[in-house]
């Protein structure tokens, strides 16, 4: 083993000799670069996977966590300017429970746990406030669970039970809710405004007014103000002129060509929730009456006894000298039919069109237009109705060209350098790609000439050591030849040595017969059966 190593280190020494200083230099080179990129993925494969151990953390429970992190000798980073600290993935969950038991982070009291620390001599003044402070940090930590809430402060003000009903004040409440870069909808908006009002007794929506950190005024304790209502008022307004407009445009470009029409699209909304009851009665002649009364009178008098007469100075009747039969006869029908009632209910949802004006310009460079009937077209597309108010306005103007040309340009001049950024990418990977190349030729020219080398050197060594055999050989066969041994002295003639008066190495000779035979068995083999023949011939 060890002359292997020996022979190898010779080998390799012969090989970096006979490199030229152009390949030496190459070969260092490379061989630099192969080790400062090993040392770098090393370094790399060798960072364990980062995890967040807390986030949204404040700056105290952040600098407590850290300290802890360091006297433990745990490796850490901070991220998110500080409010996010990351530890060995494989050490999050123990290093939590650690944590909690060490009572980190310190805001976690400031829920329900804020009650666990009333004695038996607390005032009843400080039972109150610690029972409000309870409940803002339980309804700062709900809101905080709300996907794009990074932090959340709530303040309540709820005013002590008066003995009157009437001169009771009802509670008030404010949220100031950080999101970073992100934007709370109307929908995260009510619903945080809902679930504080829901949280205390006698605390109502309208009374909840959300902030965010930016200082905008998300919703207002004012029912009557704008607010997420609002908010989402004008979002669904907006979301359907788009539509239309979109619609509108889409339609246009497909008559007069990209570019060279404009669409205006304005929407009054009815977003009153309103309901109507309508009563009416109905008879049906076909059902009988419920109860039907028939009365019928009739009187006959005395024949020839006049009827009627004049009254007298004295209030005496006087006959008139006429009669009558004294017959009279009446008859009175009372009939109560069954009458139905139809009770109607109407809702009416919200989002309904009040009225709608669209405006149209098409450039007018665009020739044999007929605005007549685009504007029927548009009319047609969007339902227009007139009988509301809807307007509509359809004109043929110049459009000025120098913005779109600037646009066209501009996107010119980026293409142009994105293509000049693609190509300076595609050079410096051609001659990343050349250098490897390069290198990969240079190594395999010089590990060539390496090779060559040392089959020369290995050729000349072989055919000195042949020679030397070769001599040592004959001078043993002529030794023999004059000692007359025959074939019965080979070995004195071995161990006599080679030529007179020289002394043989034995083992030198021997040691060089061996490194022959394990280089080049097939020559040496050859090499024997020849001198086997010349001998037996």
Avoid: C
């Amino acid at each position: 083993m060890r002359d292997r190593l020996t022979t190898l280190g010779r080998r390799t020494l012969d090989g970096w000799k006979s490199f030229s200083p152009g390949q030496k230099a190459v070969t260092i080179v490379a061989v630099l670069a192969i080790a400062i990129g090993g040392y770098f993925f090393a370094s790399w494969a060798g960072k364990p996977t980062m995890a967040p151990l807390f986030s949204n953390l404040a700056a105290a429970d952040a600098s407590a966590i850290v300290d802890k992190l360091n006297a433990d000798g745990v490796p850490y980073s901070l991220s998110d300017g500080g409010g996010t600290i990351n530890v060995p993935a494989d050490q999050v969950y123990p290093l939590r429970i650690e944590m909690s038991g060490a009572g980190l982070p310190a805001q976690g009291d400031a829920g329900y746990a804020l009650l666990d620390k009333q004695g038996i001599m607390t005032s009843e003044f400080m039972q109150q406030v610690t029972y409000r402070r309870a409940l803002e940090g339980e309804l700062a930590k709900t809101i905080k669970s709300i996907d794009g809430v990074n932090a959340a402060t709530v303040h309540l003000a709820i005013p002590q039970k008066d003995v009157f009903a009437d001169d009771q004040q009802a509670p008030t409440a404010s949220v100031l809710v950080d999101t970073g870069t992100r934007q709370l909808g109307g929908d995260q908006v009510s619903s945080i405004v809902h679930l504080v009002s829901s949280s205390v007794e006698g605390l109502t929506a309208d009374a909840v007014t959300v902030v965010s950190a930016s200082g905008k005024v998300l919703s207002t304790s004012d029912s009557n103000g704008g607010g997420a209502g609002s908010d989402s008022s004008a979002g669904l307004t907006s979301s359907y002129e788009q539509r239309l407009r979109a619609a509108v445009q889409t339609m246009l470009d497909t008559v007069v060509g990209p570019g060279h029409s404009a669409v205006n699209v304005t929407a009054d909304l009815n977003f009153d929730d309103t309901e109507t009851k309508t009563q009416r009665y109905v008879a049906d002649p076909a059902v009988p009456p419920l109860s039907e009364q028939k009365k019928s009178e009739q009187y006959a008098g005395g024949n020839g006894v006049p009827v009627g007469g004049v009254l007298g100075p004295d209030n005496i009747q006087v006959p008139s000298g006429t009669g009558g039969d004294g017959q009279y006869q009446q008859t009175t029908e009372t009939r109560n039919n069954a009458v139905g009632m139809v009770t109607e209910t109407t809702k009416t949802a919200p989002g309904a069109v009040r009225k709608l004006g669209i405006a149209v310009i098409v450039d007018s460079s665009v020739a044999r237009v007929d605005l007549a009937q685009l504007q029927q077209l548009v009319s047609s597309a969007v339902g227009l109705d007139a009988t509301r108010g809807d307007q509509i306005a359809v004109s043929s103007m110049a459009f000025d060209q120098t913005t779109a040309a600037a646009e066209q340009n501009a996107a010119k001049e980026a293409a142009k350098g994105q293509q000049a950024q693609v190509r300076q990418q595609y050079v410096q990977m051609g001659a990343i790609v050349l250098a490897l190349l390069v290198l990969l030729i240079i190594a395999a020219i010089a590990g060539r000439r390496r090779r060559k080398a040392e089959k020369q050197r290995l050729t000349a060594e072989q055919n000195a050591a042949l020679e030397e055999m070769q001599a040592a050989i004959e001078s043993a066969r002529a030794k023999l030849a004059l000692e007359g041994g025959g074939g019965h002295g080979g070995a004195p003639a071995l161990e006599g040595g080679g030529a007179p008066g020289e002394e043989f190495d034995r083992d030198g000779r021997f040691r060089d017969l061996t490194t022959m035979v394990e280089k080049q068995p097939d020559e040496v083999a050859q090499l024997l059966r020849g001198w086997l023949a010349d001998r037996r011939s």
